[in-house]
């Protein structure tokens, strides 16, 4: 079992003009402990809806996200049960997720007052110790946001995130609002937590380069769907799905080779009207018919990789398609 | 080949309290027709602020120096209504954000229409094929039915498509532009980068192409301008700045990024953080991140020297500069 | 954002205040708010007369004697004005205090429950918005009885939506920011993320729309009391005064003066309001993403 277990997601919300949309339409994953794994995927794919069903923002309508053996409850009025504070998320835009109006130092230190499990004098101790953790000194406890540059307060956001003490942190896009140099050291900075604390990540970027440097696993989603997960080394290596390979050969190199990148021809269709059959079928090089009318479901292959795509299945005579079991990694 | 464009020494600066604030201290570079040149650096580098200055659209209270001379006419210097001439028809402007750039409440038709009618006096009906051709040159499906349609109907991607087409309604030598695929998904922005290619070659259009991300310049600049607070550090054919980087800054930066290609670990990152107009070190502003400082990168601001391969480079640190001072 | 630390800091709009009030205009309006302040105070020590006093001569022009001359029944047109100090400024304070207890906890209700309170207070608030003030007030002084008790009564009626606006406005953008949603995250109850994170950003627009709505409070009560239905005779209030300059035209001293000083006042409370409105106001000098 592990330690956060996504089970059949479906997420859905209402446009302004009532029509609904789904975000999210069937999406698994798990992540272990210490383990990094990546999610990537560009707009409308529903990586960010996914995030937040994983730590209770929203609510799911459909499937399941189970922490440490339990169910997660969605974020109502109440409290949020003390077990379900040990999985935490931090934010993209580290310029709205923290408080203008508050000392960082108080608010990194937000998790020890709710938590209640230290006296209040140990706080500034504590603070400092979170605060030295993610490269921080000491004296920035005082500073206001605005004195802080975009990669200090993202490290601000994890050290608060870290001070609730949590087994799993799901991180929405947090290096996409930051400089090119600073991108690397808070991405080495996430590689050093996992590790050294043993925390799991759950680590959300349109990035594949970076996600490249920094998830030990990879999942691949568009338009709502889970197609690929592998470990990183091997989806770069031979990608199964054809939008992963479409999307590693849409980024671009700086060797100053001049190589354009390949581009994918059509667009990212409304998430509200999704293609029928399988979603990417009317952008995909390799289409079939089958591809056209029946939806291709996420199987367990080899290495322990998953592929949603009918190219990597055995042409079937009925018209079921195989239920594959999921193997146990 | 004479070039279209030739900045020297572009200054902009801030009257504060306190002072002027400089931005941009000293930037010269030249822009040929059909040549791409890429403009990098990161915040706090002044890169935009530099294209603003040429198009004369300086925030309220900047000032600017140096001049800027595109067919013997000091951009800089222009009188108003010679400006408003040359912008637009001789010199256009792309952005990153599509979503604010396009106005939400008019049509393609009259985005598009506008500047042809005003700018170039063409009738209605001659202005409705114009914008036609256009659409259909940047690729957008259905360019007739596109022209009754508003912005926010299209995607990120075809948006900045229209941009780019208003940018070229009136035939421009040079287009500025600055970060235009930032705000897009990456396979949308490999389309936007073969648009640009293409229309450079067809038309011997010039592209200043501005922005952080070197994969885009490396794709795309036959030449790459590397900025950092304020000043150029490097410049040169791409092949030569990023395929064989030589100062410390550039290689820093691209040591930092996640290459395809390069071994999985721990990236690289540098030290610090950007330095920004207000926290400009004294010297070589990128001395307090820099692996090889020196005492004399703190004494002077190192001058762009020109070294045998095409370059140019400010740092007194490195071997060939060191060579060509002596 | 390398620009960014051009943009005034949030923040520490506090102590920005300083730096704010050395503005001519801010600093204009702060003597003279102090001055009227002070004078409210301090008006039995410095009146030279009894504002009730009828002793001497009646319409007296200004003189040495009379600083702003006499009235029509021989008092003292400037101690009547210093002393009107005392009623303006002490129920304009308390009033807006009442106004904005009222108002900002109708308000804060509101944005923190949403449903049918939020809908309770507002269509309320837009019943009062609807009708023009003036004639609000008159109608609640009316049915209550003319006095000032009842005139302060009906400055608060017609005040409190105002405040109650703008903090439900603030309470419902700061309960949907980021950061409240991080909080509730790491396990706080919602009423933590009130006083912890909605309270630093309601403050400081509360503080401005009360220094300036301190202003339109001695305008009302000014204007009720004018209207015969705020302060009885013979108590020594502006508005009052006026009414009675009004009636004695040749004796312009007996209403001219105390409307310069409502006209003061006003003026003082408003331009103090602006100056702290804009140390509060964020803007930037230079907004660029990557200069």
């Known amino acids: 079992m592990s330690l956060l277990e996504l089970r059949d997601i479906e997420v859905v919300y209402q446009r302004s003009d009532g029509t609904p949309v789904p975000a999210v ?3 698994s994953l798990d992540v272990d402990a210490g383990e990094i794994v990546g999610l990537v995927g ?43 504070r040990r999985l935490q998320l931090v934010f993209q835009n580290p310029y709205e997720s923290i408080n203008p109006r508050r000392m960082v130092g108080a608010q990194v230190a937000d998790a020890l007052a709710i938590g209640r499990t230290e006296p209040r004098s140990n706080f500034r101790a504590r603070v400092e110790q979170l605060l030295q953790r993610v490269g921080l000194p000491a004296s920035m406890a005082r500073r206001f946001p605005h004195q802080l540059s975009g990669g200090q307060r993202q490290r601000i956001a994890i050290a608060r995130a870290l001070a609730a003490d949590p087994a799993m942190i799901v991180l929405d896009e947090p290096l996409s609002a930051l400089d090119a140099s600073v991108q690397a050291q808070v991405a080495n900075l996430l590689v050093a937590l996992a590790r050294d604390l043993h925390v799991g990540m759950l680590l959300i970027s349109h990035d594949l380069a970076i996600v490249r440097h920094v998830a030990h696993r990879t999942a691949v989603m568009y338009l709502g769907v889970i197609v690929e997960t ?40 409304d998430p509200a009207m999704p293609p029928p059959g399988c979603r990417f079928h009317p952008r995909c090089r390799h289409v079939m018919d089958r591809c056209r009318s029946e939806v291709p479901q996420l199987v367990a292959k080899d290495g322990g990789r998953e592929v949603a795509c009918w190219l990597h299945e055995e042409p079937l005579v009925s018209q079921q398609s195989a239920d594959v079991p999921r193997m146990s990694r | 080949m004479k070039p279209l464009l030739s900045v020297r020494d572009l200054r902009v600066w801030l009257d504060t309290a306190r002072g002027p604030l400089s931005i941009v201290d000293g930037v010269s570079f030249d822009i040929s027709a059909g040549q791409v040149f890429g403009l990098a650096g990161e915040s706090g580098s002044g890169k935009t602020i530099t294209a603003l200055a040429l198009l004369g659209l300086l925030p309220a209270g900047a ?24 912008r637009g028809r001789e010199v256009a402007m792309v952005f990153q954000d599509p979503v604010s750039s396009l106005h939400p409440m008019l049509t393609i038709e009259r985005q598009l229409t506008e500047h042809l009618r005003y700018q170039l006096g063409m009738s209605h009906k001659e202005a409705d094929e114009r914008a036609i051709q256009l659409l259909t040159e940047v690729r957008i499906p259905n360019p007739k039915a596109a022209l009754r349609g508003y912005p ?12 780019i087409a208003i940018g070229l309604a009136c035939e421009p030598r040079l287009l500025i532009a600055d970060e235009p695929t930032t705000a897009l998904d990456v396979t949308v922005q490999a389309g936007i980068l073969r648009l640009l290619h293409r229309l450079c070659e067809e038309k011997d259009l010039a592209v200043m192409l501005i922005t952080h991300d070197l994969g885009v310049l490396s794709a795309l600049a036959d030449t790459v301008t590397v900025m950092y607070a304020g000043r150029v550090v490097e410049s040169g054919p791409t092949a030569q700045v990023m395929g064989r980087s030589r100062h410390p800054y550039t290689r820093a930066l691209i040591d930092s990024l996640p290459h395809p290609e390069a071994s999985y670990g721990a990236l690289v990152p540098i030290a610090g953080d950007p330095a920004g107009p207000e926290s400009r070190p004294s010297g070589c502003a990128f001395h307090p991140r820099c692996r090889y400082v020196e005492p004399s990168c703190v004494a002077a601001v190192p001058p762009l020297v020109r070294v045998d391969d095409g370059r140019e480079m400010a740092c007194p640190v490195d071997p060939l500069v060191a060579s060509r001072a002596r | 954002m390398s620009v960014a630390a051009l943009r005034h800091p949030l923040a520490s709009s506090w102590r920005r205040i300083p730096g704010a009030w050395r503005q001519p205009v801010a600093i204009v309006g702060l003597v003279i708010a102090a001055f009227w302040v002070v004078i409210a105070a301090l008006a039995p020590l410095v009146a030279p007369h009894d504002p009730l006093a009828q002793g001497a001569a009646l319409y007296q022009a200004p003189s040495a004697a009379h600083l702003m001359g006499t009235d029509e029944l021989g008092r003292d047109v400037f101690s009547r004005v210093l002393w009107g100090a005392r009623i303006s400024i002490p129920l304009a304070m308390l009033l807006v205090a009442l106004a904005f207890t009222i108002g900002g906890t109708l308000g804060g209700l509101a944005g923190y429950l949403g449903g049918w309170v939020d809908e309770l207070v507002m269509r309320s608030a837009d019943f009062v918005f609807a009708v023009p003030t003036i004639l609000l007030a008159m109608a609640v002084v009316a049915a209550l ?46 009423h933590r993320a009130l006083v912890v994170d909605v309270l630093p950003n309601v403050a400081g627009p509360v503080i401005v729309l ?18 015969g239905l705020g302060a009885r005779p013979p108590t020594a209030e502006w508005g009052s005064m006026v009414s009675t300059g009004a009636e004695h035209f040749e004796a312009w001293w007996i209403g001219v003066f105390p409307g310069i000083a409502i006209v003061s006042v006003v003026l003082a409370f408003n331009l103090l309001g602006d100056s702290l409105r804009d140390a509060f106001d964020p803007k930037a000098i230079i907004k660029a993403r990557g200069a």
């Not at chain 1, 980024?251 to 990148?261: S, V």
């Open chain 1, 230 to 269: 592998a470990p990183t080394a091997e989806l770069w290596k031979a990608p199964m799905h054809p939008y992963t390979q479409a999307l590693i050969d849409s980024i671009p190199h700086a060797d100053g080779a001049g190589h354009l990148p390949v581009a994918l021809p059509g667009e990212i269709p």
């Open chain 2, 152 to 163: 926010h109907q299209f995607s990120g991607g075809m948006r900045q498509r229209i941009q």
């Open chain 3, 145 to 190: 009885g003319p006095g000032l008790f009842h005139a302060v009564l009906a400055v608060v009626l017609v005040s409190w939506p105002g405040h109650a606006r703008v903090v439900r406005g603030l309470v419902r953008t700061t309960m949907q920011s980021e950061y409240v949603a991080v909080g509730r995250l790491l396990g706080s109850p919602t």
């Open chain 3, 210 to 227: 009360a220094a300036l709505e301190i202003g339109n409070a001695i305008l009302l009560l000014s204007a009720l009391s004018f209207l």
């Open chain 2, 63 to 86: 000032r600017c120096g140096g001049s800027a001379i595109l067919d013997e006419r000091d951009l800089l210097t222009m009188p108003t209504a010679q400006r408003r001439r040359t």
């Open chain 1, 42 to 84: 560009e707009t409308g794919c529903g990586k960010s809806s996914l995030a937040r069903a994983a730590v209770g923002l929203v609510a799911t309508t459909g499937g399941s996200v189970t922490f440490e053996g339990q169910q997660v409850h969605v974020l109502g009025r109440r409290a949020r049960p003390a077990r379900e």
């Open chain 1, 25 to 27: 339409v069937g999406a």
